[in-house]
């Protein structure tokens, strides 16, 4: 069993920055990969970012270089950092975890970026 947790979200205006989050707990040892994805209301969960155990990242298309996804395994932390955000980039963010068996999911934490 993972749990996860994100923290990081909140107001942010156009073209700001931010850094998401995610503390991974229980049997971290068994994580694949992780990743981060993101959902607004009405709309299905994207993929934003994924990460392997071994650090090999890949980005959404619609990241556009503004995005940088990284791990830390000592830590069993994983962070999200978002540059020059724009408002369609408002969501809910999800950080999540496989196993192989089965994926695991955060709560999300809400991202808005309005003026």
């Known amino acids: 069993q993972v749990r996860l947790v994100e923290s990081g979200g909140g107001l942010v205006q156009p073209g700001g920055s931010l850094t998401l989050s995610c503390a991974a707990a229980g049997s971290t040892f068994m994580i694949n990969a992780m990743a981060w994805y993101r959902q607004v209301p009405g709309k299905q969960r994207e993929l934003v970012a994924s990460?392997?155990?071994?650090?090999?990242?890949e980005y959404a298309d619609f990241v556009d270089d503004r995005c940088t996804i990284s791990k830390d395994n000592a830590k069993n932390t994983m962070s999200l950092q978002i540059d020059s955000l724009k408002a369609e980039d408002t969501a809910v963010y999800y950080c999540s975890a496989d196993d192989t068996s089965r994926i695991y999911w955060g709560q999300g934490t809400q991202v808005t970026v309005s003026s």
């Open positions: 990460i392997t155990s071994g650090g090999s990242a």
